[in-house]
């Protein structure tokens, strides 16, 4: 786990190659392991591999989502607000999972921003999926979690980055 943990990269690069099958289903599993307040299960998940729709979906935040038209599937990673009052916190949980899952599988994933962002100063960015995707105003959209094989290679973490400093015992800045 913990080598995972210190392998895992954003990658944003992807081959056009894809995924098989069996990953998918995986990485769909995995994204159901992941726990929720309650047992609530607020957390819903949009599975994209049409080229097109990656294509619009990719459009949503310009500068910090056009890799998204490259990936092979792109995870639209929801909450439903009726059932849980935490789905933030449920969502962002499955989301780091599919992430984690994704490089044991050997893929790269990109986990891109949409609650709290816009498209552009009318709409917001998850207004702007809403509407290419069709689901209810009490769904609510954390982020997109884009995949595919790696084009791109990126260094593991050290242990000199990780910010010791950023950790307390018995106390804070002891
Ligand atoms: C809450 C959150 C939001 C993020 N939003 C975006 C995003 O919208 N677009 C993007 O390209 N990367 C996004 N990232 C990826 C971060 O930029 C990336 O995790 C960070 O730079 C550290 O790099 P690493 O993932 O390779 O360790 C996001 C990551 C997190 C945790």
């Keep these: 786990m913990l080598d995972i943990l210190y392998q895992r990269r ?3 690069k992807y081959e ?4 098989e099958k069996e990953k998918v289903d995986q990485l769909i599993k ?3 392991l992941a726990p929720s307040a309650r047992s609530a299960m607020s957390q819903r998940f949009i599975v994209v591999d049409d080229p097109v729709l990656l294509d619009k979906l990719a459009k949503v935040r310009a500068g910090a989502s056009s890799f998204l038209k490259d990936a092979t599937l792109g995870i639209v990673v929801i909450g439903d607000s009726s059932v849980s009052d935490v789905w ?3 969502t962002s949980l499955a ?3 599919i992430q984690l899952a994704a490089e044991s599988l050997g893929l790269g994933s990109c986990w891109i921003q949409i609650r709290n962002r816009q498209h552009n100063e009318e709409v917001s960015a998850e207004e702007y999926i809403r509407n290419i995707l069709g689901f209810p105003e009490n769904l ?3 982020c997109i979690i884009s995949l595919g094989y790696p084009l791109e290679r990126k260094p593991a973490k050290k242990d000199d ?3 010791f400093d950023r950790v307390s015992i018995n106390g804070y800045n002891k």
Excluded: H, M, Q, T
């Design 10 to 12: 954003s990658i944003r």
């Design 16 to 19: 056009k190659k894809p995924i």
């Design 88 to 90: 933030v916190e449920d």
């Design 95 to 97: 989301a780091i999972i």
């Design 30 to 32: 995995a994204a159901l």
């Design 140 to 142: 609510k959209v954390l």
């Design 161 to 163: 980055e990780l910010g």
